[in-house]
């Protein structure tokens, strides 16, 4: 049965870089998705889980350098794959890679990801993972072990498999997006891919060929210490889910731990960056 949720929209000033904080201090509570608007963020949690006080821990909404304003309405019950289903539109990514619905005609390219959404992230359509894809497409990965860490719907863990990718893993915080994810490695015969719900605690101590990680800056810069470690001499880090301006404080702190910046796809102010580790 479907459940109600809570539509949680926020007015954030100014709102780059405070709309990307504030999500990734919702994130830490219960929220499942979050929609960027021109003016904030959208943020939903099921109703069940609202409460009063569900906020009062969000630093940023103290915080007097933003001024921010919220509502929030109540989403009745929906069915949510109708829902996506009505305005999910098929993509592709430089002739090569395309990304759809079960329901979308197969076309005529070389990587054909299948994937049913839900409530997690990552349907090929935000900046972040169109620009992954790219440089995913763009690197031999033939037998080399790979993560995709936060991986939402796993768009990103399945092109890797099905380029030669192997082995595989495939790690989210969220639930939903863990589910999720074994869903679409099934529909993608890409049975191999492993997928864990959790955080950058589950790979301590592992060793990877190529890591991917499409999340937010603040995390990424907490986790980039721990993703550095992990990667083999010569590894290759993708890392995505910050703006342009950015860079420079994700560089730094990569340059800090043996990773050498080597270029980045950028599209609407978002960026994905390639490292190597030395």
Not at 123 to 147: A, F, P, Q
Not at 162 to 186: F, H, R, S
């Amino acid at each position: 049965m479907a459940e109600a949720y809570s539509e949680y929209e926020f007015k954030v000033n100014p709102v780059n870089p405070g709309a990307e904080i504030l999500i990734a201090e919702l994130s830490e509570l219960d929220f499942e998705s979050f929609d960027e608007t021109e003016d904030g963020v959208k943020a939903y949690i099921l109703s069940a889980l609202d409460k009063t006080d569900l906020l009062k821990d969000i630093y940023l909404l103290q915080n007097p350098e933003f001024e921010i304003s919220y509502s929030v309405n109540l989403i009745e019950p929906v069915n949510w794959n109708e829902e996506w289903e009505k305005n999910f539109e098929p993509i592709e990514v430089d002739g090569i890679c395309s990304v759809r619905a079960p329901f979308h005609p197969k076309p005529d390219t070389e990587f054909d990801i299948v994937i049913e959404p839900k409530m997690s992230f990552g349907t090929g359509h935000h900046e972040t993972t169109h620009l992954m894809i790219k440089h995913l497409l763009k690197l031999d990965v033939e037998g080399l072990k790979t993560l995709d860490m936060g991986c939402g719907t796993g768009i990103l863990a399945i092109l890797a498999a099905l380029k030669g990718a192997q082995p595989v893993e495939a790690i989210d915080i969220d639930l939903w997006c863990y589910e999720n994810t074994m869903e679409n490695v099934a529909r993608n015969g890409v049975d191999f891919i492993e997928a864990f719900e959790g955080d950058v605690k589950l790979i301590d101590g592992k060793q990877y060929d190529l890591l991917i990680a499409n999340i937010n800056r603040n995390i990424l810069l907490a986790d980039i210490p721990t993703y550095a470690s992990c990667l083999t001499e010569s590894g290759t880090l993708l890392l995505s889910g910050f703006y342009t301006q950015d860079i420079p404080a994700i560089t730094e702190v990569c340059n800090q731990h043996g990773l050498n910046f080597i270029m980045n796809f950028e599209k609407n102010n978002w960026v994905a960056c390639k490292f190597v580790k030395n």
